[in-house]
């Protein structure tokens, strides 16, 4: 079956910086996309999604940018905080329907004070 | 507060044994699910419930039963032929298929 995967599976940064996030889709008929956020032993939190028909979406301090093109999803992380240290993971999904999404393995995000 | 509960948040199950691990929603939502995670693993669904009374196998259903008699509610029963249930279980929910799925706050289980 198709996959959604992450190139990096840890990222270290130092607070302040800007962090990127990356997720390569495989089912080029997916439309709507999801970046959750994990902290350690807790459930997946919703951050920020994306629709096919947009390129970029902002929300606080985190932008998704989406190129259909190559099949390319990433998480921008502004001005990363200690705070932001988890699990990042996506999924990728069609709108409507029955189709059931798949997530990504995750990257850890380890933001150093 | 809405949202989706999970209980126990911690489980240990003796082999042989089955155990239920409970997932309440006060979200209105139609559809339900459960996945399973493992250290450095991503996500595996197990079972999906797009409505009452009707539920769906997903990639690892094996060892394991659900049941959707309320909307509310999709409690998972781990079961002895589960040969490997130590795991991260998250419950999830979503107002249908294909829109955003929220999850639980997860439950550990462990075999003892």
């Given at each position: 079956g198709e996959s959604v995967g992450l190139h990096l599976p840890t990222l270290s940064v130092q607070e302040g910086d800007n962090s990127i996030i990356n997720c390569a889709y495989s089912n080029s008929a997916s439309d709507y996309f999801i970046w959750y956020k994990q902290e350690s032993g807790k459930g997946p939190q919703f951050i920020i999604d994306i629709r096919s028909n947009m390129d970029k979406r902002q929300g606080q301090r985190v932008t998704v940018l989406l190129n259909k093109t190559v099949k390319h999803l990433s998480l921008q992380i502004a001005a990363t905080q200690p705070g932001d240290s988890a699990v990042y993971f996506c999924a990728e999904n069609m709108a409507g329907g029955s189709y059931i999404p798949t997530f990504g393995r995750g990257t850890s995000l380890i933001v150093h004070p | 507060d809405g949202g989706i509960t999970q209980s126990p948040k911690y489980l240990f199950r003796k082999e042989g044994q089955n155990v239920t691990l409970s997932c309440e929603q006060n979200l209105n939502h139609d559809a339900m699910y459960w996945y399973r995670q493992d250290p450095g693993q991503g996500l595996r669904l197990i079972y999906y419930s797009q409505i009452v009374n009707d539920f769906q196998k997903g990639d690892i259903a094996e060892g394991y039963s659900v049941s959707r008699e309320k909307k509310e509610s999709f409690p998972l029963t781990v079961?002895?032929?589960?040969?490997?249930?130590?795991?991260f279980y998250l419950c999830a929910s979503s107002p249908g298929a294909g829109n955003t799925i929220y999850f639980g706050e997860g439950s550990w289980l462990t075999v003892v």
């Open positions: - | 079961t002895s032929a589960q040969k490997n249930p130590t795991a």
